[in-house]
């Protein structure tokens, strides 16, 4: 018997806006039923997880990680990576656009160039965002302006990541958005052609 694929993306529903102070306790976030998992030292007896929800409302999507190991470096970071109009090519482009929040609390953003690399904006675009910490787990809620994203109720793709460590979808690659995360914004129809199983 064949197996069939179930391809079910990530969907971003909207809610309440929650307060960006680094801390992803707001009730808004329950609007996420399905949070994206980021999974650390996976298989062995030190796996952990961290949470990440998202929710829009009016002219913002919200975007909270919580329970993110704490790394050597206060240069690690989270971020959020979106294929706007879910192309998914085979490197990230210049309108694939990048969201990061460094430990320190630190937010930029960029876009990509047709490399593996990330061209940062020389004045941060689109975002804000704010970090908590305690001595063994930190937090980082961002909050992405809509337009940026050339507006909702669409099928684009995404990474999240926490940057080195770990990143959804589990074996994506940072600079390839064809394998980032198909995401709905909002209500979408759309149609995914798999090939049909009969037996
Ligand atoms: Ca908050
Ligand atoms: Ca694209």
Known sequence: MS???TVSPKRITNGAAPVVDGYCDDAA??????????????????????Q????????FVYACFSGLPRGTSTAEAVVLKFDVNNSADSVQQPDDLIFMLER???ALSGRGNGSTSTVLDPVTQGMIGAVSATTTSWSAEMQIEVARLGGWNKLVRMLVAHDPGA??????????PGRWGLTMLGEVSYRVNLPLVVR
């Not at 990143?167 to 390839?176: D, L, M, Q, Y």
């Open 3 to 5: 197996a069939l694929l």
């Open 29 to 50: 976030y329950n609007a996420d039923p399905h949070p994206v998992s980021l999974r650390y030292n996976e298989g062995t007896a030190a796996a952990t997880a961290a």
């Open 52 to 59: 990440v929800r998202f929710v829009r409302a009016g002219d």
């Open 104 to 106: 320190d609390g630190r």
């Open 167 to 176: 990143a959804w979808p589990r074996g994506s690659v940072a600079h390839e």
